[in-house]
C-alpha cells in the first residue's frame, strides 16, 4: 500500500466572507479541498475564484418566499389535536389553536372542515357525528352540540404552518427582531413545483462557481409542534421522523387512489401521541410514509436531474427537511444523490451516514460548530471556553464509528472567524483531519475484522430506522445507547423489522438477536409481537443454539399472567402489578455488585451496574435462570440456556465504557463463541482495537481524556501487544 | 354516666390444660369473662367448671377425616395451571404436577378432563381443540398434538387437594414429622353435608361446657397453592380473597343451573394470574362468587342453626377458611352468627371487623399470639424478646380504630403458660383491658365526632372489600396504607364500587372521592374505568363542587395518549412511555422538600415525602396544576382546582404519622374545608384526638413510642388543650 497523503483532501471548510484570508489561510492548514457556505450566508468573489470546490445550500421550499406569502393555501399543513375541553354542558366549544403558537400555525378553514376533519369524544373514544359540530372562522372555534358533561372532547383539524420552523427556531434563539418569518410551500401542490423547479433553474444559473449544491434538506422537515407558552411548554410534540408535517388534502386523496382505503385525521392525531418513531408503528401510517416517500424520490428526482444538468454535484443533509428521504431506505439510490451529510455527535451517526447506501460520497459534519455558544449555552469559541477539548471529546465518540465504517469527507460548520483566537484548536483539527485520512486510507484498502458474532437488532423499524432512534441522542431510550455501543465494536450488525423475520426468519448467519426497550415502544416492538409467529421464530432460533440478548421490555405485549412473549426463554418475566399474589421464585444473586461470569469478567470489582434508570419488578421462573445481580429483589443481569441456544436479559441499559464491555461480552456468550473472546480485544475497557487485514494494520483507540495502557490480543489468539495511549489518543501498529 | 366496671369482661383468656392456675389467676387478673381453646387443644375439667363461658373451636371440613380418607372423590379441589412447557416438536408432553407440592394436590382424573380441563396455546392465546390432547393417568400426564415449534402450552386441570392448607402450614413450619395430614372436604356434595351435620350434632352433644362455637370458619380457605420447592417457590399462588378452591364439577354445573351461562376452567385459571383480589375482577367472577356466597350461606345457616338449638352461641373467624362468609356483604346477617372474631395487626382490621353488620358481637384477637417467637421468627415470649413492648407496639396501631369504631370484645391466643415469666406483660395487659373497656364505655354513650369531610373509597369490589385489600398488610399496596392511615382519623368513610357509583352516583353527603391504587388493580380500578360514565359522574361530580384524592395511577386506563381517565381533572396524567415526543410542561417546584401550602402545613420542615416506590413520569396539562412537591421531573404531590371543585394527587402513600396528617389534611383541602381543620385536631402529627360528644369525652392518643405534648383544637375551633402523653400513652379529658 502506498502510503496516502495525509494533508490534503475530503474536507469540507465554512468559508466566511470577510475573512477571506483567514478561510484561504485556514483551508491550506487544514487541507481543505471544499469551502461552503451556510444557510443564509454568502461567499464572496475572493473565495469563490480561490480554487476550491465551492459547496452551496439551498432550501427549495423556503426558496420562494414572496410567492409564499401570496398562496398561503399552498403552504404546508398538518393535523393537529386541539387540547381537550371538558363538557359542562350540552354544548361545547373549542377554540381550536388555544395552547398552540399562532405565529406557526393557522387553521385551515379552506379545505372542507366537515371533510377532513374530526371530532372525538375521548371520554368514550368515539367520533362524534360530523351533524354535530359546526365550525366558527371569525372565532377560531368548533361548537359541539349534544355533549354529555364529564366528557371529554377534542377537535382534529388541518392546520396550516406560516413559520417554517428552522426559521422559527433560528430567529427565535437569536432574537433576529423583525427579520422576515420564512414560511414553507406544499411541494405536493403542483403550482409550488413549478415555481421550485422554476427557482431552482434560476439559481443553479446563478451559482456559477458552485461545484455542490446541499440540499436543506427535500420538502418536509420533521415534526414539530409549537406550544403559545414558550417558557414552559415549546414543544408540544417533536420527532425526527414523524411524517406529520406532510398531511395536506391533496396527499390524502393522492393516497386513497393509490393505496384503495381513506386514512382519517385520527390515523395522524392518535389520540395526540401522532406517530412519534418511538411507538410502534401502525400498518396504515406505514403505508402513507411509503406513499410520501415515494413522492419525494418523484419530485426530488427532478430537481437533482436539474442540478446534474448543470453539472453540479447534489448532496443531501440528513436532517431538517429530510422526511421522506430515508437514506436507509433501499430506494435511496432512486434519486440520483451524489452525496450524503450527516451532523454528528455520536458513534451512531457515523453508521447512520455510512450505512446509506446509494451515494457515493458520505460525509459528516463535526462538532463543535463554530458558534460561540454549545447547544446547552455553555461557552465554546469565546472566553472560557476550550473548544479543543471539546473537539477531542467529540472526536473520541465520532471516532469509534469511523474505524468501524467507511466516511469519505468530514466537515464543520459556522463562523470560522470565531476559531481565529484558537490557535490550539486550529493545530488540532489539522491532526484530526491526518488520523480521519489515515483512517479512509484503511478502508480503502478494506473492510475491517468483524468478530464472528454477527448480531441483528430486532425492532419495528428494522433497517428503515437502522443506527438511530429518532434523530439524536435522547436519554432513557435504552437502544440510543445500545447503538453507541455497538457503533464502535468490531461485529456485524444488522437491524431487522418484525416484517423481514416473519417473510424470512433470522438472517443467515446472525448469531445473536438484540431486542431492546420498554413495551410497547417501536424497539421492543409493542404491537409487532401479537403475531405469534414472531416469538415463534425467535423461540426455535434459541431453541435450535442462537442467543438473544433482551434489555429493558424486551418482547413485551401484555397479556394475562405474561408479559413477555418471550419469557421461557428469557427465563425470566416482568411483573406489571398483576402478579401481588403469584409467589416468585427465590433465586441467587450477589447482595452487592455482580457475580462473576464470563459477560462481567471486565467490570470493576465491586461496582454496581449502572443502568440509569431500569426496569424491575422481574421476576424469574426457576433455578435454571442464572442472577447475575440484582437490586430490591428485581434481577438486573441474569442469564439462560434454553434449548441448545442461550439469553441474557439487562434491565437496562446506558452507553458507557463498562457497559459497552458487558454487552460485548453478553453478545459473545449468547453466542457461545466464549473461546473467541480475546482476538482482537483489549484488555482496558477505556480502550478498543480494530484491525484492517488487507492494510495490516492494528488500530487502537483510547475512547478516554485520560491516559491509558492496555493489552491487545492477537489474531492468533495468543499473542499479546501492549499499547500506551495519550488521551484522546490513537496508535497504529503493523501486525 | 355512670362509671363502667373496667376491671371486668369482655375479655376471651386462650386457657392451657396442665396450667390450670395461671389460667385462672391470670382470668380473675385480667377479668376475663371467657376461656378459650385453640384449634387442636382442649381445656381441662378444672377449667371448664371454673365458671367461665367456654369457648371452643371447630373446623367442620377438617372434622371427618377418617371419611374423608375413604372419599377422596369428596374432597375440595381446584383448577390448577401446568407450568408453561415450550414445544420443540409436532407432540408436547405436560407433567401436570411438575412445580407443585404434590403432598397438597392429586390430578382430579375421575371429573371427566375433556368436559372440563382446557389445553391452551399461550403463545397464540388460543384453546387447543379437545381432539388435540390426551391423558395419562398413570403417567400424570398430557399429551397434545399438533403442537408448534416455539409455542408455549399450558393445560388447566382440575386437582384435588390432600391436604388442607392450615393443616399443612402448621404440620410443616412446626416439624410435625408423621401426625396427620389433615384433608378438606367438599361441603357442596351432599354426602359430606350429611356427615358434616352429623358431625356437628355429635360435637354439639359432646361440649356440653361450651357456651360458644367458633367456626373455624365456615368451608373454603383463602386460595394457597403451593410448589414443589418450598425454599424457593412455597407459594405458588396465595391471595386471601380469592374464592379458587370452591370449585368444582358439582359447583360448576349449579352456577350454569342457576346463573343460565358455562363457566370454563380459564375463568379461574386467568392465564396464572387467577383471581386474585388485588386485580380488577370480571363480571363471570363476580357472579361465581355470589354463587358461593349463597351456597355457604344456606348450608351455614343449617350449622349455625344446629348450634343454637344446642343453646350455644355461634361465632366465626374472619380469616383461614372465611371465603364464602363475606362478613361485609349485606347478606351476612343470613347467617345467624352472633359473633366475628377478627385477628388484627392494624387499625385497618379493627375498622374491618367493626364493619360487619349481622353479628352483634365483634371480636379482636390481639397480638402479640402468645407463641415463642413473632411472626418473622424474632423471640417474643423467649429470652431476648420483650413481648411488653411488643403489646404496646400492637396496641397502639389496633387503638386507632378501636378508638374510632366500636369493638365488642377482645381477646389472646396462644400458649397462656408463655406468659408466666413475665410479670410486666401479665400487667400491661391488665392496663390494656382496662383502657379498652373504657373506650368501649364512650362507644356505648354515642358515636365518635366526625368532621364534615365524609369519605368514600372508589375500588372496583366496593364495601365487599370495605377496611381490608386481601388479607393483612402488604407493603407496595398503597391501599392498604390508605386505609391505615383512615382507619384512625375523625371521618366519616364508606367504600363504593364502580357499581355502585355507575348506579347511584357519589353517595349523599360524600365531600370527596379516594381512588388510590395502581393501573389494572381493582384498587385503582382497571377495566371498570373502561364505561365512560364513570369518568363523567366523577368529572361532574368534582366540577360541581366535589374532592378528588387519586394516588399512585388513580382512574388508569390506558388509551392513546392518555392513562388517567380524571387526567383534566387532576390536571396532569402519567406518561407510560410513549409520549417521548410530547413535550412536557415545565411547572414550578421546590428544589427539594414541599411547598408551603394547607395539606403539607404540618410535615416536619425541609422534609421530603417519603411514598415508598411511587409512580414516576407524571406529567402536569398546565399551570392550574400547583406542583407541591417533585422528584425527577415528576411531581409527587399536586393540586387543581377544576370547575368548583378540587383535586389532589399523591404519586404513593405508605403509612406514616407525617403521611396519615398530609391526607387528612389533603382530603379537607379538597372538600374545601380547611377553615374547619382544627376542630378536634392535634398539632403534634404522633398524636390523634378523638371526641365523644354524648360522653362529653376527648380522648387523646400517643401513637408514637416516644413522650409527646400535643394542642388540641376544641369544637368550638378556639379554645386549645395543651396535652402530654407519655410513650404509647393516653389522655382522657371532660370536655
Redesign the interface.
Known amino acids: 500500500m502506498n502510503q496516502p497523503d495525509l494533508t490534503k483532501g475530503d474536507f469540507t471548510l465554512p468559508g466566511e466572507a470577510g475573512y477571506e484570508a483567514l478561510t484561504l489561510r485556514l483551508a491550506e492548514k487544514w487541507g481543505a479541498d471544499t469551502i461552503r457556505d451556510s444557510d443564509g450566508t454568502q461567499l464572496s468573489p475572493e473565495i469563490l475564484e480561490s480554487g476550491h470546490a465551492i459547496y452551496s445550500t439551498v432550501c427549495l421550499v423556503r426558496s420562494i418566499q414572496s410567492w409564499a406569502r401570496e398562496h398561503h393555501d399552498q403552504l404546508q399543513q398538518n393535523f393537529l389535536m386541539s ?2 375541553v ?1 363538557a ?1 354542558k350540552a354544548s361545547t366549544t373549542i377554540k381550536l389553536l388555544d ?1 398552540y403558537y399562532d405565529e406557526q400555525f393557522t387553521v385551515n378553514w379552506k379545505d372542507a372542515p366537515k371533510k377532513w376533519w374530526q371530532v372525538f ?5 368515539k367520533e362524534v357525528a360530523k351533524t354535530k359540530w359546526s365550525v366558527n372562522p371569525k372565532k377560531g372555534t368548533v361548537t359541539i352540540a349534544g355533549t ?5 372532547y377534542t377537535v382534529n383539524f388541518l392546520a396550516l404552518r406560516l413559520w417554517e420552523e428552522i426559521s422559527m427556531y433560528n430567529h427565535l434563539t437569536n432574537d433576529w427582531g423583525d427579520r422576515e418569518h420564512l414560511a414553507a410551500v406544499d411541494p405536493m401542490q403542483p403550482a409550488v413545483q413549478k415555481q421550485l423547479l422554476k427557482f431552482l433553474e434560476r439559481w443553479l444559473a446563478e451559482h456559477a462557481a458552485t461545484k455542490v449544491v446541499r440540499f436543506t434538506s427535500m420538502f418536509y422537515n420533521f ?1 414539530w409542534f409549537w ?1 403559545a ?1 414558550h ?9 425526527w421522523g ?1 411524517y406529520e408535517m406532510t398531511v395536506s388534502p391533496r396527499a390524502l386523496k393522492l393516497f386513497e387512489q393509490r393505496y384503495g382505503y381513506k386514512l382519517t385525521s385520527e390515523d395522524f392525531v ?5 406517530n ?4 410502534a408503528p401502525s400498518r396504515r401510517y406505514c403505508d402513507y410514509m411509503e406513499f410520501i416517500h415515494d413522492f419525494v424520490i418523484d419530485f426530488g428526482r427532478q430537481c437533482i436531474d436539474l442540478v446534474h444538468q448543470h453539472d453540479k454535484l447534489a448532496y443531501v443533509f440528513y436532517d431538517d427537511h429530510w422526511v421522506g428521504v430515508e437514506p436507509n431506505s433501499a430506494r435511496f439510490a432512486e434519486f440520483g444523490f451524489d452525496g450524503l451529510i450527516k451532523c454528528v455527535f455520536n458513534a451512531f451517526e457515523v453508521r447512520l451516514c455510512a450505512n446509506a447506501t446509494g451515494v457515493k460520497t458520505h460525509e459528516l459534519r463535526l462538532h463543535p460548530y463554530l458558534f460561540p455558544t454549545g447547544l446547552k449555552g455553555e461557552p465554546t469559541f469565546k472566553e472560557g471556553g476550550n473548544p479543543t477539548l471539546d473537539a477531542k471529546n467529540f472526536w473520541i465518540d465520532a471516532r469509534r464509528g469511523i474505524v468501524r465504517a467507511p466516511i469519505d469527507r468530514i466537515g464543520l460548520g459556522g463562523y470560522l472567524s470565531l476559531v481565529e483566537p484558537f490557535p490550539d484548536f486550529q493545530d488540532y483539527i489539522e491532526g484530526l483531519l491526518k488520523e480521519f485520512r489515515l483512517l479512509k486510507s484503511f478502508h480503502a484498502g478494506g473492510q475491517p475484522w468483524t468478530s464472528p458474532v454477527k448480531v441483528a437488532v430486532l425492532t419495528a423499524w428494522g433497517e428503515l430506522r437502522a443506527w438511530t432512534c ?1 434523530g439524536h441522542f ?1 436519554p ?2 435504552e437502544l440510543y445507547s445500545v447503538i453507541e455501543s455497538l457503533a464502535g465494536l468490531p461485529l456485524d450488525v444488522q437491524f431487522i423489522s418484525f416484517d423481514d423475520l416473519v417473510a424470512d426468519g433470522v438472517p443467515a448467519g446472525v448469531k445473536v438477536v438484540i431486542n431492546a426497550g ?4 417501536a424497539w421492543s416492538g409493542g404491537h409487532f409481537w401479537e403475531n ?1 409467529e414472531v ?6 432460533f434459541v ?1 435450535k443454539g442462537g442467543g438473544v440478548v433482551g434489555i429493558g421490555e424486551p418482547s413485551a405485549y401484555p ?4 408479559l413477555f ?1 418471550l ?3 428469557f427465563g425470566l418475566d416482568r411483573d ?12 441467587d444473586a450477589p447482595a452487592s455488585g455482580v457475580a462473576e461470569h464470563f459477560i462481567t469478567a471486565d467490570l470493576p470489582a465491586g461496582a454496581e451496574l449502572a443502568f440509569g434508570k431500569d426496569v424491575d419488578g422481574i421476576y424469574v ?3 435454571e435462570t442464572k442472577v447475575l445481580a440484582a437490586r430490591d429483589g428485581s434481577p438486573r443481569l441474569a442469564t439462560h440456556e434454553f ?1 441448545k441456544g442461550r439469553a441474557v436479559y439487562l434491565s437496562g441499559f446506558t452507553f458507557s465504557h463498562e457497559n459497552t464491555r458487558l454487552l460485548h461480552r453478553a453478545l459473545f456468550w449468547a453466542a457461545g463463541q466464549e473461546p473467541k473472546w480475546s482476538v482482537w480485544n483489549t484488555t482496558n475497557i477505556r480502550t478498543e482495537a480494530t484491525c484492517f487485514p488487507k492494510s495490516r494494520k492494528l488500530v487502537v483507540i483510547n475512547n478516554a481524556g485520560t491516559d491509558e495502557s492496555t493489552v491487545v490480543t492477537l489474531g492468533d489468539g495468543k499473542t499479546t501487544k501492549k499499547v500506551a495511549l495519550p488521551a484522546h489518543g490513537i496508535a497504529i501498529l503493523d501486525v
Do not use: C
Open positions: 387540547f381537550p371538558v359542562d395552547g369524544d375521548r371520554t368514550t373514544g354529555t358533561p364529564g366528557h371529554k415534526s406550544g407558552d417558557k414552559r411548554l415549546r414543544d408540544v410534540y417533536s420527532d414523524d392518535n389520540g395526540g401521541l401522532y412519534s418513531t418511538h411507538n429518532s435522547m432513557g431510550v420498554r413495551a410497547g415502544t405469534p416469538e415463534a421464530i425467535l423461540t426455535q431453541q397479556q394475562p399472567g405474561q412473549k419469557a421461557q426463554v406489571s402489578g398483576e402478579r401481588l399474589a403469584n409467589g416468585k421464585y427465590k433465586f421462573h426457576g433455578p434449548g
